[in-house]
Every structure is written in C-alpha cells, then in structure tokens.
C-alpha cells in the first residue's frame, strides 16, 4: 500500500529528520486513523536506526517494560535477550546505554514510542522518566528523532504537548492526523484498483468519515450501497462492532464521552453548551463536561462555533464525525436484530433515497463541507484571513421573533460576508418562491440581529448543483458543487 496523500505531514517529518539537531515531535490522531503507518513508511526504510515499539491497552508496567527491553535487544544486540529493568528510568537507561555502545557518531536515530498513553500506566513514572532522559541526554544528541505517538488526542496535548513539568516546551514538532478528505479518499481508492465516481466516494465518506482503515475491505466492482451493506450492517463487519472499540481506545470512562455525543446528535442544527451542560450533570458526575466537550473536539468528533457576534451566548457544537453519526442514526437501532444473525436482504440498499436516507445525507453532507472550508474558500476566491464561522438565532420562549440557522458564513475583510446554504440531492437542487422567501427571511433576522453594515453574498453549496429560475438568478451570487469539494 502506498503511502496517499499526508503532503504537510511528510513535509514535517523531512524537516524532522533533516534537521541537524535533536528534535521532539508528538503526533496524534484517532484511532485506525494512519498515525503508524505515516511513520513506518516514512523511517522504516530510511538511513537510520529506527527503534519502534508499540504500548499494549491494559497492559501492566511489567508487560510494557518487557516488550520495550526486548525490542532493544533486537535492534541494537542483533536479536539477544538483555536483562529486564524494574522501572522506567532503569529501561531508558539500557535504551541510551545500547545507542551509545552500537550506533555510530553520526548515525541518525529514530525512537518512535507508538500508543505511548497506553505505556503510561497508572503511577508507572514513565513520563517522568522521559523528562529525565530527554532533559539529560537525548536533547543533547543531535543524532536522536524521538515520536510520541498516540490516539488519546487529549492525552497527548495535555501530557506531552502542554506539559507543565519537565517536558514543557520540550516538542520541537507536532502533528495532528486527520482523516482524508474527498480527493484523498478517491486516491485511496484507485490505489485498490477501486474506481467509483464522486458522487460514490462521496456516500461511502458519510459512512467512513475518511479514516483509511474503514476502506480497506472495500471491494472492486460494487456500487457505494453495495459496499456499505457490506461493511455496516452483516453480523461482525468492520463498522458494526467498531463504535465501542473506538471509544474505549480514546478515554476513560468512554461511556461519558458517548452520552454527550448522543445529546449533541440529536439536534442537527447544533446545540449550545449550557444545554448540554444541563443534560449532562448527572452523566458526568463530577463536572466534566465542558473537559469532555474539548477533548472530543481535539480528537475531531464535534466542532463547536462561537455564534457571530454574540460571543456572551457562549459555544454551541455540532456532530462532524461521519462514522459516529451513521452508527448512532442507522447501525444501532437495528444493532440488537443483527447480533441474532446476519442480515441478508440487501438492508441499506432499501434504504436509499428514503425519506430518512436524505435527511441522513443532508446533515453528512454538511459535515463533509465543514471539513472542506479550504476548498470552498479556493472556489469563491475568498481570503484565507476570512472568519469561517456558522450563525444561528434562537428566539426565547414565547417570543414572536423569528429564529433562523446559518449553515456556514465568511465574515471577510473587504467589508462584506458570504452566507452559504448546503444542501444534498440527487438532482440539481430547485429555487422555489418559498425557498427564495425563507431565504430572504434569514439574512433579514442576521443583519437584524447581527446589526452587521457589511454587504452580503449569498452562496450555495448543492451537490449536484442547482437549477437556473427566476429566484436562482436573483438570489445566488455563487455556487459550489460535489466536483468543487474534489479539488
């Protein structure tokens, strides 16, 4: 498999490597996300001494001293057992005794510590002694390329990233691995001798989310419907059993951080934190919440928006994570009928194109375009110094005000703001009277309540395009398709 796409990644990590000086990258990512792979096929073959070794979930300090003592031996002792340590400062020592008695002067050496919370295990002083060592040594040694590595993302920033103690500012580098875009997802693909069109990739990534390894057993000649069915709902396919193994691999207490993921799911408009905060009381106990709320966001399930210029009503959050949404909307209420036994009558491909199926789509497609802002940008030209920001007004009860939701706006430096409206449909989507109207109707309650001077554009984001009215030539200034998220 060849290495798709990562271009900044790979950029990052030839600068690491290049340098002619010790460096400290941490690197992070969601689960099955790519973050092993980048770095084996980044170092594995290079001109160095590449030292790997993987942390074992629930493993005990003994079991991941043991396999860290024994991967020394066979990297630097050619494959000979070596003495066990007791502790972690003990082990880092044996690490640096082996590189300064069997690597050359100017041989550079790559430590990857891979699932790196994992190793951490409760009062086990591996991070202190990591301190220790880097402080004392290895930050002196120009030869040493050392990569925390981990899914935690909360763990990484909190514990490497933003340590407070002896590692603080301490990384040199640091990388968050996201999942592929569209363009990457199709390069993916064609790599597997997989050739869909847009509009195929484009269903297969509300369900995938573009994590790399929920592609692999995607099979050739076989529609997106075909291969969902396949993946997602037969008795211990892939994403079927994926959801809980997922979440325990990123947090304690996985159960907390799902609860929230439900109460945000449910409104697909997006919700604020105060509410979440007052249905999640009893979930978190202890008060976490707002913690929680971050360390999902860091880990790229939710996203949260300042609401445009009301940043006293505080954050509220939407569910971006297309995985999470389709197990929660379509795998888990029939998840009980398909642990009896496997589903065999062609079940999501009765589904599409249902009532359900669009509405489905419709909120996936808006998570696809929230993580293609750069492309959109491209498209209409608009700066990179544009605020991209989502905007919503919600009348307090009783009100005979008007609410009205943006789904995504660029408030720009040249004195004007660009609202966007996205929409999914299988045909050029159609402007009618009404639709004009309530559009209208929305960018009246913004400036209203935006009191906003600026001149406005309006935008759609339609997948298949629009069709040319009356009303689509007088309200849409520009317009941005499924091809347009490609680029």
């Given at each position: 498999m060849?290495?798709i796409?990562?271009y900044?990644?790979?950029?990052?990590?030839?600068?690491f490597f290049?340098?002619?000086?010790?460096?400290?990258?941490a690197?992070?990512g969601?689960r099955?996300i790519?973050?092993t792979?980048?770095?084996?096929?980044t170092?594995g073959?290079?001109?160095?001494i590449?030292?790997?070794?993987?942390g074992?979930?629930?493993?005990?300090?003994?079991?991941?001293i043991?396999?860290?003592?024994?991967?020394?031996g066979?990297?630097f002792?050619?494959?000979?057992e070596i003495?066990e340590r007791?502790?972690?400062?003990?082990?880092?020592d044996a690490?640096?005794?082996?590189?300064?008695?069997?690597?050359?002067?100017?041989?550079?050496?790559v430590?990857?510590?891979?699932?790196f919370?994992?190793m951490?295990?409760?009062?086990?002083?591996?991070?202190?002694?990591?301190?220790?060592?880097?402080?004392?040594?290895?930050s002196?040694?120009?030869?040493?390329k050392?990569?925390?590595?981990?899914?935690?993302?909360s763990?990484?920033?909190?514990?490497?990233i933003?340590?407070?103690?002896?590692?603080?500012n301490?990384?040199?580098r640091k990388i968050?691995?996201?999942?592929?875009?569209?363009?990457?997802t199709?390069?993916?693909?064609?790599?597997?001798?997989?050739?869909?069109?847009?509009?195929?990739?484009a269903?297969?990534?509300?369900t995938?989310?573009?994590?790399?390894?929920?592609?692999?057993?995607?099979e050739?000649?076989?529609?997106?419907?075909?291969?969902?069915d396949?993946?997602?709902?037969?008795?211990?396919?892939?994403l079927f059993?994926e959801?809980?193994?997922?979440?325990?691999?990123?947090?304690?207490?996985?159960?907390?951080?799902?609860?929230?993921?439900?109460?945000?799911?449910?409104?697909?408009t997006?919700i604020?934190?105060?509410?979440?905060?007052?249905?999640s009381?009893e979930i978190?106990?202890g008060?976490?919440t707002?913690d929680?709320?971050?360390?999902?966001?860091?880990?790229?399930?939710?996203?949260?928006?300042?609401?445009?210029?009301?940043?006293k009503?505080g954050?509220?959050y939407?569910?971006?994570?297309?995985?999470?949404?389709?197990?929660?909307?379509?795998?888990e209420?029939?998840k009980?009928?398909?642990?009896?036994?496997?589903?065999?009558?062609?079940?999501?491909?009765?589904?599409?194109?249902t009532?359900?199926?669009?509405?489905?789509a419709?909120y996936?497609?808006e998570s696809i375009?929230y993580?293609?802002?750069?492309q959109?940008?491209?498209?209409l030209?608009?700066?990179p110094?544009?605020i991209?920001?989502?905007?919503r007004?919600?009348?307090v009860?009783?009100?005979?005000?008007?609410?009205?939701?943006i789904?995504?706006?660029?408030d720009?430096?040249?004195d004007?703001?660009?609202?966007?409206e996205?929409?999914?449909?299988?045909?050029p989507?159609?402007?009618?009277?009404d639709?004009?109207?309530?559009?209208?109707?929305?960018?009246?309650?913004f400036k209203?309540r935006?009191r906003?001077?600026?001149?406005?554009?309006?935008?759609?984001?339609s997948?298949?395009?629009i069709?040319?009215?009356?009303?689509s030539e007088?309200?849409?200034?520009?317009?941005?398709?499924?091809?347009?998220?490609?680029?």
């Amino acid at each position: 498999m060849n290495l798709i796409g990562r271009y900044e990644e790979k950029a990052i990590l030839d600068d690491f490597f290049k340098s002619d000086r010790p460096e400290f990258l941490a690197i992070y990512g969601r689960r099955r996300i790519g973050k092993t792979f980048l770095i084996k096929q980044t170092f594995g073959e290079s001109d160095c001494i590449f030292f790997n070794v993987t942390g074992i979930q629930n493993g005990s300090k003994d079991t991941q001293i043991k396999l860290f003592i024994n991967e020394i031996g066979k990297v630097f002792y050619q494959g000979a057992e070596i003495k066990e340590r007791d502790n972690w400062i003990d082990t880092f020592d044996a690490l640096s005794d082996a590189i300064e008695k069997n690597v050359l002067k100017d041989k550079k050496i790559v430590l990857f510590f891979d699932e790196f919370p994992w190793m951490a295990t409760h009062r086990s002083g591996l991070l202190q002694a990591l301190e220790h060592r880097w402080n004392h040594s290895w930050s002196n040694d120009k030869r040493i390329k050392l990569i925390i590595c981990g899914s935690s993302a909360s763990w990484i920033i909190n514990k490497i990233i933003n340590n407070k103690g002896g590692l603080h500012n301490r990384i040199t580098r640091k990388i968050h691995l996201m999942p592929f875009n569209l363009k990457d997802t199709a390069e993916f693909l064609a790599n597997m001798k997989i050739n869909l069109d847009h509009k195929q990739v484009a269903e297969l990534y509300m369900t995938t989310g573009g994590v790399p390894y929920y592609l692999l057993p995607v099979e050739k000649n076989q529609s997106a419907t075909q291969l969902i069915d396949k993946l997602a709902f037969q008795q211990n396919c892939l994403l079927f059993n994926e959801f809980d193994n997922l979440f325990s691999s990123l947090f304690e207490n996985s159960s907390n951080y799902i609860e929230l993921l439900r109460i945000i799911a449910k409104s697909h408009t997006g919700i604020g934190q105060e509410e979440i905060t007052s249905q999640s009381d009893e979930i978190s106990r202890g008060g976490r919440t707002i913690d929680r709320l971050q360390e999902l966001e860091d880990a790229g399930f939710i996203i949260s928006f300042m609401p445009h210029t009301h940043k006293k009503r505080g954050k509220y959050y939407r569910l971006i994570d297309e995985y999470t949404l389709f197990y929660l909307d379509w795998i888990e209420p029939v998840k009980n009928t398909l642990q009896k036994k496997s589903l065999e009558s062609r079940y999501w491909q009765e589904k599409h194109n249902t009532p359900t199926w669009y509405n489905w789509a419709g909120y996936a497609f808006e998570s696809i375009c929230y993580k293609h802002i750069n492309q959109i940008r491209k498209k209409l030209n608009i700066s990179p110094s544009a605020i991209a920001n989502g905007w919503r007004y919600v009348p307090v009860a009783k009100s005979k005000d008007k609410g009205a939701q943006i789904d995504l706006l660029f408030d720009r430096d040249d004195d004007a703001i660009t609202i966007c409206e996205i929409k999914y449909t299988n045909e050029p989507f159609s402007i009618t009277k009404d639709y004009a109207e309530n559009i209208k109707n929305k960018i009246a309650v913004f400036k209203e309540r935006t009191r906003s001077k600026k001149q406005i554009f309006f935008v759609m984001i339609s997948a298949n395009g629009i069709k040319d009215t009356i009303y689509s030539e007088e309200l849409v200034q520009g317009i941005i398709t499924l091809e347009d998220l490609f680029a």
